[in-house]
Structure formats: C-alpha cells, structure tokens
C-alpha cells in the first residue's frame, strides 16, 4: 500500500508521553511537508502539527502548543511527534499526511493527499 504508517500509540495516565512515529510505505517523504491531525471519537479531524520539508519550519495547533513537538529525520526519511503533559483531551485516533506541494494551507485537510490510516493514543485521568 501506498501510505505513511503511523505507530507508537497507546494507552498512558494523564501527565505522561508518548511519542508517535511515521514512516512511509510506497511513497517518500523528502521534499513534502509532513502534518500529524487527530479524531476524537464523535468529532472531526483536526490539525495538530506541520513541518516543513527541510524542518526548519513548525506550526502547532494552540491546544498542543508547548507540549508537542513534530520533527523529522530526513536521513530516515521518518516523521515525529514528541507530545508530553497528555490529557485526556488528547484521547484521538492520529493520522500522519504528506502534504501536497505548493502554497496550499498547513493546517487544511485538504491540502493533504496521503493519509496513514491512524494509531490511537488514549490517555487516562
């Protein structure tokens, strides 16, 4: 299959971390800005993070700000995601998405044409 492959979910307590991992299968990811995005149970999904290509660049959803970091490994051609201090708010299925190239918005859904099919993190209170 042609996708990212997420892992690296799971269950943790409230104030733990955890940190997401995304490689691909079938398709690179050096040259594409990379996004992570989350789905509650019941609600829609939602932008968490973005890294540009050469990861000099990082943008954050402010429920996530200062307690998650996105990063990449070019080398590995893998992208991260470090999130520490998790609330159960944060309970979400979490998808990994290569961008698509050009001026296209970050933190859009639609600016994103191959999507992992998710890990879940569940974070108990």
């Known amino acids: 299959q042609v996708r990212p492959v997420e892992s690296g979910g799971g269950l943790v307590q409230n104030g733990d971390s955890l940190r997401l991992s995304c490689a691909p299968s079938g398709i690179t990811f050096s040259g594409y800005g990379m996004g992570w995005f989350r789905q509650a149970l019941g609600k829609e999904r939602e932008f968490v993070a973005f890294i540009n290509w050469a990861g000099s660049s990082t943008y954050y959803a402010d429920s996530v700000k200062g307690r998650f970091t996105i990063s990449r490994d070019n080398a590995k051609n893998t992208v991260y995601l470090q999130m520490n201090d998790l609330r159960p708010e944060d309970t979400a299925v979490y998808y990994c998405?290569?961008?698509?190239?050009?001026?296209?918005?970050?933190?859009?859904?639609?600016?994103?044409?191959?999507w992992g099919q998710g890990t879940q993190v569940t974070v108990s209170s």
């Open positions: 998405a290569r961008k698509i190239g050009g001026g296209t918005s970050y933190n859009n859904r639609g600016s994103y044409n191959y």
